[in-house]
Nanobody
Framework: QVQLVESGGGLVQPGGSLRLSCAASGSIFSTYYMRWYRQAPGKQRELVAGIVSDGSSNYADSVKGRFTIARDNAKNTVLLQMNSLKPEDSAVYYC??????????????WGQGTQVTVSS
């Protein structure tokens, strides 16, 4: 059984910062990609940032230069540092990971989501 647990969401003023964390736990053999998605009310879920095992990363144009994704392979953890936050960044943020379990079965896993609200 593999689980992803996010933390770090909350309310922040425009221009502020938050750091999201996602920890994968369970019978993990290897973690391939780790990503952050977000979904605002009435909108489709969108990819915010992703990182693979060699450290290569990619970002949505809307967050480039403001958000940074990082991972700790030993701890199966991914972080999302969000700076210069804007009201339009408000959404539920979801962690997503491609993981091979010790059973050698591959799966695509999702966390439960954490709310980020940017408002004065």
């Amino acid at each position: 059984q593999v689980q992803l647990v996010e933390s770090g969401g909350g309310l922040v003023q425009p221009g502020g910062s938050l750091r999201l964390s996602c920890a994968a736990s369970g019978s993990i053999f290897s973690t391939y990609y780790m990503r952050w998605y977000r979904q605002a009310p009435g909108k489709q879920r969108e990819l915010v940032a992703g990182i693979v095992s060699d450290g290569s990363s990619n970002y949505a144009d809307s967050v480039k230069g403001r958000f940074t994704i990082a991972r700790d392979n030993a701890k199966n953890t991914v972080l999302l540092q969000m700076n210069s936050l804007k009201p339009e960044d408000s959404a539920v943020y979801y962690c997503n990971a491609g993981i091979m379990a010790t059973s050698l079965r591959r799966g695509d896993y999702w966390g439960q989501g954490t709310q980020v609200t940017v408002s004065s």
